[in-house]
C-alpha cells in the first residue's frame, strides 16, 4: 500500500499516520496483556 501525498492531501496523511500509530500502540498493548495472561495462568496452574 502506497501513499501519495499532495500538499491538498496533508491532513489526510497526517490522519492517516495517527492511525497508523494507533493502531500500533493497541497491538503493543495487546500483545503485553496476552504475555501477562499467559505467565498469570502459568502462574495458576
Same mark, same amino acid.
Given at each position: 500500500m502506497? *501513499?501519495?501525498v499532495n500538499r491538498k492531501n496533508k491532513a489526510g496523511a497526517?490522519?492517516?499516520n495517527e492511525t497508523v500509530r494507533w493502531?500500533?500502540?493497541i497491538g503493543i498493548l495487546? *500483545?503485553?496483556?496476552?504475555?501477562i495472561w499467559k505467565i498469570v495462568l502459568k502462574a495458576i496452574s
Open positions: 502506497r *501513499l501519495v497526517v490522519f492517516a493502531i500500533g500502540s495487546v *500483545l503485553v496483556s496476552w504475555a
